[in-house]
Structure formats: C-alpha cells, structure tokens
C-alpha cells in the first residue's frame, strides 16, 4: 500500500494493459461476468438502511469510498448489467473509526465485533488502535485462537475453524466462478460457524425474515437455487464456472445495434478519465511525492512482509513454527549493513516518526537504503495481560505506520505501508 500513490499506480498498470491490448482475450486481464448463481450482492440488503448514507464517516473526506461515489460508478456498470459489491466500495476508513471511538465526533461509537482480524497488529497505527479499543463499553471477539486484540475482548466467541465448517467462495459475487466444498470434521467442542452468531443477532434486532435457513449449509446451497444445482452435487468437484467469453466490448448492444463497449461514459477505454474529472480528481495518474528521508530518518521503510510457516499475525503460538523462525526479521542489502555498522544476526530497533520495533537482522539482496520488516509479531508465551498483551509492542510493525486520512488515498483512503522515512540501530535483546 502506497497511500497517496495506490490509486494512481493501479490506474496507470491497467492504462499499459489497455494500450498494448491485453484486455478481455485471452491470456490477457479477463473482464469478468456476473454469476448465474445468486450472487452475494443480492444478500447485502444495504437499500434496507438508507439512514446510514449520511452517517458514513467517509463523507467529505474521500472521492470514491462513498455511498456517492458508489452511486456513480454503478451507474456505469448497471449499464452492462452488472453490479459492485456496496460493503467494499463505501466501508468506513479505520482512521475516522479508531478517532471517532475516542472522540464522539461525528458521532460516540462504543461498541465493535472483531471477526477474523486482529486490528491490534494488522492495522497501521497500533497504538492509536489500542487506545480506542480500550475506551469501548463493549468489545467481542469471534477467533480461533487467542490474539491481542481478543486478550482485550469482553468477550471471545470459538468459531469454527476451515476444516470444521462448509465453504463456498463466490469472490463477492462478481464474477460466474464459485469454489468451496462442505466441512471435513464436525466443529470441535463449542465452536460453530461465524453464521450462526449473525443469525442469532440478526433475530434479535427482529431480521428474522432475512435469515431462513436453519442452517450454514442450506444458506450456501441457496445461492445455487437459480442453477438447480444441489448442494451435494456442487461439493462433488468443488468448482463451478462458464467458459470463458472473451472480446465482450464487441458484442452489439441490442438498444443501439453499436458495440456495447466498456463501464465508461463513451464506452470506450477512457485512458484520461472524465468520471474523475468531474469528481475533482485528476483524470490521469499523476505520482504523488512520498515522504522525503532526511538526516534523523535516512532510510525508506517497508512493512508487511509475509513469511513463513505463519500467517498474517496467525500460529505465532505453535512451538513446532517458532522453532523454525523463532524471530522477528529485518532486512537490509550488504552495503547498507555495513554503512550502519551491522551484520547478520544483530538485534536492530527500526523507528519512525510513530515508534519503534525490534527486530533480527538479515541481509538479503535488495536496493540500498531499504528495510524491509515481517509484520504480524507477538509473543504469545510473554504476559498476556493488558498492557503487555502477549509482547504486542516489542517487534509490532505498525506501530511504525500511520493511516491518516490526510496522508491517505483522496480516492478511497489507501493508506501507507512503504516508503516510510526510518532509521535503524543496533540494540540489545
């Protein structure tokens, strides 16, 4: 993530795939379809609460991440036929809700459900992020496994784990491809799908005519009703998807009898776009300056990068994986090592305008003047009570970001992973 500089990036690589004509053939980027089946889209439901359009905390902030800038892109593909997935196109920024929880403004927020995240080491700013977590009436936790942020829960719901619940991923509905397959061992003890902590909630905010099905399996198996297509005969291979159908923006539209074109307002390939335009956005992708290195700050750091056997900030509990990466890692190239005085293996602090971390150091192969970091560390066998939570300070990488919503994407709030002015020493363990 580059903050003010991911929107303009992606523009400009899909601007190169569109000029050298790799768009909608085949072996190049495929324009998808629309699913036969029921796609998620339809399960959204987001029109039954139009009262949350003025209360979105994006408003006035961001272009695009709106119910109104929603609104204007799918006025475009409707054209097509085809929608986009309203929770990921007008979700809050984290920023505006981490600040609004400790401030009130524009409204109090005093409770949250965390599912399948772990905001506390995944998420810039972890401390900002603590602070609010930490000021809430209530918090719950849906997990797997303990993490900081559930060490901080009222309450932890055990969901089910992968191999404990059916699966169907339909990629948000937006496209005629479906994969999944159902549980491979019934849940262990008292986990149970995420669904059904929803359901129940859903019947008790009086939703119960939104959740029909008795059970995870019948939700699923519903999506393929259209198809006639049974559950039980889907999970045989697992897959469901059309052939390929390729050169789209040629087929005539039957209204004009002229060649349906593309999601634009001339149907055309808009390498300067009037849509952002009229948004005040630049029509083209111009580069935003980063952060300058200076003489405190005179490297460029990058967080969030995977290893493994972990995911993510996952099984850092598992004696058997920290044995075979016990550490946190930083890496440097040989020339950047030795002009700070470093070599393999050395216990290094990097710091940022926000704060430090301590990590190992690696040297790798890389362009000079770069760090690169592991994101995702804690110490599960330290203290896990608050504030130590497990060593969620010592070698966190976010506590090295931020995600201002001034010095994110004007777009869509992106905010910033690299290019990060830091600086690195050597420090004991």
């Given at each position: 993530q580059l903050g003010s500089n991911s929107i303009p990036t992606h523009r400009a690589l899909a601007i190169l795939k569109a000029i050298t004509g790799n768009v909608d053939k085949p072996g190049s980027t495929h324009v998808a379809e629309m699913p036969d089946y029921i796609p998620e889209l339809d399960f959204e439901l987001s029109e039954k609460f139009p009262q949350i359009y003025e209360k979105q905390l994006n408003k006035?902030?961001?272009v695009l991440q709106t119910h109104q800038g929603f609104q204007r892109v799918r006025e475009l593909t409707l054209k097509h036929n085809k929608r986009l997935p309203m929770r990921y196109l007008t979700s809050a920024h984290?920023?505006?809700v981490w600040k609004a929880m400790l401030t009130g403004k524009p409204y109090p927020i005093r409770a949250m459900i965390v599912m399948a995240s772990n905001p506390l080491?995944?998420?810039?700013?972890a401390k900002l992020i603590y602070e609010a977590l930490t000021s809430l009436d209530l918090l719950i936790a849906l997990e797997l496994f303990q993490t900081p942020t559930s060490l901080l829960a009222d309450y932890v719901l055990p969901s089910a784990g992968i191999l404990e619940r059916p699966l169907?991923?339909?990629n948000a509905g937006t496209t005629n491809i479906a994969y999944g397959g159902p549980e491979a061992v019934q849940p262990y003890y008292e986990r149970k799908p995420d669904y059904y902590f929803w359901k129940e909630l859903g019947h008790r905010l009086d939703q119960q005519e939104?959740?029909?099905w008795e059970t995870y399996t019948e939700a699923l198996a519903a999506t393929?009703?259209?198809?006639?297509?049974?559950?039980?005969e889907f999970?045989?291979?697992?897959?469901?998807c059309s052939d390929n159908n390729y050169y789209k923006y040629e087929e005539l539209d039957p209204a004009s009898n002229q060649p349906q074109g593309f999601a634009t307002p001339s149907g055309k390939v808009e390498l300067y776009s009037e849509t952002l335009k009229k948004m005040g956005c630049d029509p083209l992708p111009v580069p935003k300056k980063l952060a300058a290195t200076s003489e405190e700050y005179p490297l460029i750091l990058i967080t969030g990068a995977r290893f493994q056997p972990y995911y993510a900030s996952s099984y850092h509990q598992i004696e058997e994986y920290r044995e075979v990466h016990p550490d946190p890692v930083a890496e440097v190239n040989e020339q950047t090592a030795g002009e700070l005085g470093l070599k393999e293996g050395d216990f290094i602090l990097v710091q940022t305008e926000r704060g430090k971390a301590r990590f190992k150091l690696k040297i790798s192969k890389m362009a000079d003047k770069v760090v690169s970091v592991e994101y995702g560390w804690w110490?599960?066998?330290m203290d896990n009570t608050d504030p130590t939570l497990g060593g969620l300070w010592l070698s966190n990488a976010n506590v090295l970001t931020n995600a201002d919503i001034e010095t994110s994407d004007p777009l869509v709030g992106t905010w910033t992973y690299n290019g990060i002015p830091c600086l690195v020493r050597k420090c004991k363990i």
């Amino acid at each position: 993530q580059l903050g003010s500089n991911s929107i303009p990036t992606h523009r400009a690589l899909a601007i190169l795939k569109a000029i050298t004509g790799n768009v909608d053939k085949p072996g190049s980027t495929h324009v998808a379809e629309m699913p036969d089946y029921i796609p998620e889209l339809d399960f959204e439901l987001s029109e039954k609460f139009p009262q949350i359009y003025e209360k979105q905390l994006n408003k006035d902030k961001l272009v695009l991440q709106t119910h109104q800038g929603f609104q204007r892109v799918r006025e475009l593909t409707l054209k097509h036929n085809k929608r986009l997935p309203m929770r990921y196109l007008t979700s809050a920024h984290p920023n505006l809700v981490w600040k609004a929880m400790l401030t009130g403004k524009p409204y109090p927020i005093r409770a949250m459900i965390v599912m399948a995240s772990n905001p506390l080491l995944t998420q810039a700013d972890a401390k900002l992020i603590y602070e609010a977590l930490t000021s809430l009436d209530l918090l719950i936790a849906l997990e797997l496994f303990q993490t900081p942020t559930s060490l901080l829960a009222d309450y932890v719901l055990p969901s089910a784990g992968i191999l404990e619940r059916p699966l169907l991923e339909t990629n948000a509905g937006t496209t005629n491809i479906a994969y999944g397959g159902p549980e491979a061992v019934q849940p262990y003890y008292e986990r149970k799908p995420d669904y059904y902590f929803w359901k129940e909630l859903g019947h008790r905010l009086d939703q119960q005519e939104y959740w029909p099905w008795e059970t995870y399996t019948e939700a699923l198996a519903a999506t393929f009703e259209p198809l006639g297509l049974a559950w039980e005969e889907f999970c045989e291979t697992g897959l469901y998807c059309s052939d390929n159908n390729y050169y789209k923006y040629e087929e005539l539209d039957p209204a004009s009898n002229q060649p349906q074109g593309f999601a634009t307002p001339s149907g055309k390939v808009e390498l300067y776009s009037e849509t952002l335009k009229k948004m005040g956005c630049d029509p083209l992708p111009v580069p935003k300056k980063l952060a300058a290195t200076s003489e405190e700050y005179p490297l460029i750091l990058i967080t969030g990068a995977r290893f493994q056997p972990y995911y993510a900030s996952s099984y850092h509990q598992i004696e058997e994986y920290r044995e075979v990466h016990p550490d946190p890692v930083a890496e440097v190239n040989e020339q950047t090592a030795g002009e700070l005085g470093l070599k393999e293996g050395d216990f290094i602090l990097v710091q940022t305008e926000r704060g430090k971390a301590r990590f190992k150091l690696k040297i790798s192969k890389m362009a000079d003047k770069v760090v690169s970091v592991e994101y995702g560390w804690w110490y599960p066998e330290m203290d896990n009570t608050d504030p130590t939570l497990g060593g969620l300070w010592l070698s966190n990488a976010n506590v090295l970001t931020n995600a201002d919503i001034e010095t994110s994407d004007p777009l869509v709030g992106t905010w910033t992973y690299n290019g990060i002015p830091c600086l690195v020493r050597k420090c004991k363990i």
